[in-house]
């Protein structure tokens, strides 16, 4: 490792010590980013890649593999394929994939689209019937939508995407943490399918 990756991985290692002791994450962060000087990035990718034993264990209890029907949180999984295919997406602790772009693809039609095909055909591969599910309130959504329809997938426009698959009855599959750790059923379709980095932590 250079002293670039040691300095990252010891950071992770003392953030997540602080997460398994019970400290709030927020201050966990920002006594890890001073003792260590992290730079915007680093905070950011500890923050969405790092989590307690207590909640990756609650996340892992709910995932299957068996369930026939999935929601897909249809904006989420897209942006981090787009950021996966750009170098900006890593695998997190918990096993889900994250990107730091907080959704600045969300606008970009095209590039959502494809990636919304492929996961379309990742479902298919697995033998699943899923719907995605798409916020009502980002721009071109409905064209997105009738698009999808066209390689025979199906959607629902949600304004309340968050709380509609937090409240599913439905299997979930979403990289959003806050979903994950509320959701009564969940499914890792993205894990070993796409590239992704390795962020520089080894706890």
Known sequence: MTSLENRLSDAAYDYKFLLNRGYNRDLALQAVTSRYLLSEKERLLLYRCIHSDIEIETIKKKESQDYREILIDGFNLAISIISASLGEAYMCDDGY???????????????????????????????????????????????????????????????????????????V??????????????????????????PFFSC
Do not use: H, P, Y
């Not at 959504?141 to 997938?153: H, N, P």
């Open 173 to 198: 599959a979403s990289n959003d943490f806050v979903i994950l750790m509320k959701a009564k059923r969940i499914v890792n379709i993205l894990q070993n399918r796409i590239k992704v980095n390795s």
């Open 97 to 171: 994939i994250r990107d730091l772009g907080m959704g600045r693809f969300k606008k970009e039609k095209e590039m959502i689209v494809a990636s919304l095909k492929l996961i379309n055909e990742i479902c298919i591969s697995m033998g699943k019937l899923c719907t995605f599910v798409l916020d009502a309130q980002i721009s071109k959504s409905g064209d997105m939508a009738k698009t999808v329809k066209l390689f025979g997938g199906s959607t629902i426009l949600s304004k309340t995407v968050d709380s509609f698959l937090i409240n599913a009855e439905s299997a």
